[in-house]
């Protein structure tokens, strides 16, 4: 028996080879798991910022940003793909599985677009903050649901504290939060979608760039033909151009974030995004408040305090995860 567990014929060494074969594998994996944990973070760190420059675009119409959006970030990614990385996102429309993906990805993002820059043109900053609030719900659902994602008993308890505070934040919202409920679900099916894929993040969102591209075609020549376009009005005063370069920053203000999401995707569990996406309405939400002079009610003070208190069970659960690894 000694001899057995020690490795008499090899059975023992065989398994003790096997064991150090594997641990590289699942340090790699973790170290995977961590760049994508960073690019989530990046990602909506930037995105909690982006209220504060919506904002400085309040004289241009809706239309025209969701255009302008559009064509600048497929410029950017476009010019990546060819420049930089050197790498063919034709070839992804041509592969008929990744349509499947890219396709409806491409018109889940430019619809969730759409609907948030109009949020903010109509200063409904507060409500698309809301939407952004369900949305990690619904990603931690899908998560579970369509991944088979495991949560902790941390993760489980830190879940609950958040739909309890957002429960009671919708609840008092004092109406229907028809926005919220469109942003949350179509960026939360966004993200199972890119998962699945499982494409790289560039050239991906250069095919959903070149998918929302007939879109945005239309939509600026109509504001165009209405004479309600900015970006190609005869006005060439410094405030024109200006505006014109904020157009223009639509580009990477847009891709960027859709990269490190993409990246974040593709390496993270979907349950474990969700948890990070709070990071995103948290800044959005108090820019509203501090910057923009939106209304900071007893509501968002419950919502807060039970979201946060679910971020810190989950910062907790990863400390004890790293420390149990050790």
């Known amino acids: 028996m000694k001899s057995f567990l020690e490795g008499k014929n090899g059975f023992g060494e065989g398994a003790s080879e096997r064991k150090n074969e594997m641990e590289p594998e699942a340090e790699a994996s973790r170290a995977e798991a961590g760049r994508g944990a960073l690019a989530a973070v990046g990602c909506y760190l930037l995105w909690g910022f982006c209220p504060l420059f919506w904002a400085l675009l309040d004289n241009v119409g809706s239309i025209e940003i969701i255009g302008q959006r559009i064509v600048w970030s497929l410029v950017l990614t476009v010019v990546a793909c060819k420049f930089i990385l050197k790498v063919d996102f034709v070839g992804l429309l041509r592969d008929a599985r990744a349509r499947r993906f890219l396709i409806p990805s491409g018109l889940l993002i430019m619809l969730n677009w759409s609907l948030y820059i109009v949020a903010m043109v109509t200063n409904n900053v507060v409500e698309a903050s809301l939407g952004y609030y369900i949305n990690p719900l619904v990603s931690i659902v899908l998560g579970l649901v369509v991944f088979r994602e495991r949560l902790t008993p941390l993760q489980i308890a830190a879940t609950v504290l958040s739909a309890a505070g957002v429960i009671y934040f919708t609840v008092n919202y004092g109406s229907f939060p028809w926005i919220a409920l469109v942003l949350a679900f179509t960026f939360g099916i966004y993200g199972a979608v890119k998962k ?131």
Not at 239 to 248: D, M, Y
Request: net charge positive; aromatic share 8%.
């Open 196 to 326: 699945r894929g499982g494409y790289p993040a560039v050239p991906t969102i250069a095919v959903e760039g070149i998918v929302a591209l007939p879109f945005a075609i239309v939509a600026l020549v109509a504001v165009s033909i209405a004479g309600q376009s900015v970006f190609f009005s005869p006005d060439m005063s410094l405030e024109a151009w200006q505006t014109r370069v904020l157009l223009v920053l639509t580009g990477p203000i847009t891709a960027v974030p859709l990269i490190l999401f993409a990246t974040a995707a593709n390496k993270t569990p979907l349950s474990l995004i969700g948890f990070i996406q709070y990071i995103s309405p948290t800044i959005s939400l108090l820019s509203g408040v501090l910057v923009l002079g939106e209304p900071f009610t007893s509501a968002h003070a419950v919502c807060f305090a039970c979201i946060w208190a679910g971020a810190v069970l989950v910062i907790v659960d990863a400390i004890r995860k790293q420390v149990r690894q050790r």
